[in-house]
């Protein structure tokens, strides 16, 4: 299965970075960039980088990624402070019937259990296989992963009762 000798479509008109009068054969996975086959460093899963980013690939996240880590983490910890007051009791005040249980339970699924989903996916949506994925990323993972399960494990006991 050999490359195309013709750039595709998406290629058309464009031209290497690095040699303006070669046309592209393919785009950078990382930073965009136009490049020949002189220049393309082919990884496996057909994943294609230009020489400063094969070289120097980027470990930092940035843009949408950082942003991701971030509301990740904020909905993390918005979802344990809510657990807290869970457990330890803040909310036992509030019900006096079984209609107010359940809405209270409503109510806990709405405010903590969708948010601890939201932050989940933000941080596995953050995860990128081509780049360094720091400890934070993870953390904002495993952790809202972590209130998710316990909410369902929750979820799962009061079913039982």
């Known amino acids: 299965m050999g490359r195309p000798s013709e750039p595709s479509v998406r ?4 031209h290497c ?3 303006p009068a070669v046309p592209a054969t ?18 496996p899963g057909g994943l294609h980088f230009c020489p400063a980013c094969a070289t120097a690939p980027k470990t930092g ?4 990624r950082r942003g991701m880590l971030i509301a990740s983490l904020a909905l993390a910890v918005w979802c344990s402070i809510g657990l807290g007051l869970l457990f330890s009791g803040a909310f036992a005040g509030f ?3 079984h209609e107010d249980q359940q809405l209270l339970g409503v109510l806990l699924m709405l405010l903590l259990m969708l948010p601890a989903i939201i932050g989940l996916a933000l941080g596995c949506s953050a995860m990128d296989r081509r780049l360094a994925n720091p400890p934070g990323l993870w953390v904002a993972a495993v952790w809202n ?3 998710v399960a ?3 494990l929750l979820c799962i006991i009061g079913l039982l009762r």
């Open 11 to 14: 290629l058309a008109g464009m």
């Open 17 to 19: 970075v690095q040699h």
């Open 26 to 43: 393919e785009q950078c996975q990382t930073c965009g960039a136009f490049m020949c086959a002189t220049c393309d460093f082919a990884a």
């Open 61 to 64: 996240l940035k843009g949408k």
């Open 95 to 97: 019900v006096k019937t």
């Open 145 to 147: 992963g972590l209130i």
């Open 150 to 152: 316990a909410f369902l």
